[in-house]
T-cell receptor, first 110, second 111 residues
Framework: RKEVEQDPGPFNVPEGATVAFNCTYS??????FFWYRQDCRKEPKLLMS?????NEDGRFTAQLNRASQYISLLIRDSKLSDSATYLC???WGGGNKLTFGTGTQLKVEL | NAGVTQTPKFQVLKTGQSMTLQCAQD?????MSWYRQDPGMGLRLIHY???????DQGEVPNGYNVSRSTTEDFPLRLLSAAPSQTSVYFC??????????FGSGTRLTVV
């Protein structure tokens, strides 16, 4: 079993739709969680951290469920510019032990 | 601030050659790491550093060396390039518990 698992997609959605991605992780000792966005042939960029109480940043909402060991990302009112690969990232064991999922591809269409 | 700067952006090596990928950050971050990204594999940690003079191995360290003589610089050395090291390499830095800032990557092809 992979340490961090994501549905690779692609998720094809019309502009304005709401879309949600889930990510599961295997290490119950995981300490912190992030969502990154990666555009084609570019570096990953931090989208948002994920907090236990859930957090929102504009159209983006992240949730953490420690009991079931999954995190989620909800994107409301999708824009064409949201088209990208979304990486789930989990941290345990200190500052540098980040494990990346393989990413979920989102395509927002007219 | 330039953030995290990687050079070169592209490189082609012959099997057996050695080279150094450069990484520099101007944010005074403690933590720096090197990742490689291969199709279907996600980013995998090669080596990391928690401060100047301190480095440690990640998930896939074989064939690579690092050093951290200053807070700013964290070069990655390929000792004897192999085709299996064809990949995209990302350097990243962070401070405290914040997320990583990545450089723009080096696309390496070993023939």
């Amino acid at each position: 079993r992979k340490e961090v698992e994501q549905d690779p997609g692609p998720f094809n959605v019309p502009e304005g739709a709401t879309v949600a991605f889930n990510c599961t992780y295997s290490n119950s000792a995981s300490q912190s969680f992030f969502w990154y966005r990666q555009d084609c042939r570019k570096e990953p960029k931090l989208l948002m951290s994920v907090y236990s109480s859930g957090n929102e940043d504009g159209r983006f909402t992240a949730q953490l469920n420690r009991a079931s060991q999954y995190i989620s990302l909800l994107i409301r009112d999708s824009k064409l510019s949201d088209s990208a690969t979304y990486l789930c990232v989990v941290n345990w064991g200190g500052g540098n032990k980040l494990t990346f999922g393989t990413g979920t591809q989102l395509k927002v269409e007219l | 601030n330039a953030g995290v700067t990687q050079t070169p952006k592209f490189q082609v090596l012959k099997t057996g050659q050695s080279m150094t990928l450069q990484c520099a950050q101007d944010m005074n971050h403690e933590y720096m790491s090197w990742y490689r990204q291969d199709p279907g594999m996600g980013l995998r940690l090669i080596h990391y550093s928690v401060g100047a003079g301190i480095t440690d191995q990640g998930e896939v360290p074989n064939g690579y060396n690092v050093s951290r003589s200053t807070t700013e610089d964290f070069p990655l050395r390929l000792l004897s390039a192999a085709p299996s090291q064809t990949s995209v390499y990302f350097c990243a830095s962070r401070q405290g518990t914040y997320g990583y800032t990545f450089g723009s990557g080096t696309r390496l092809t070993v023939v």
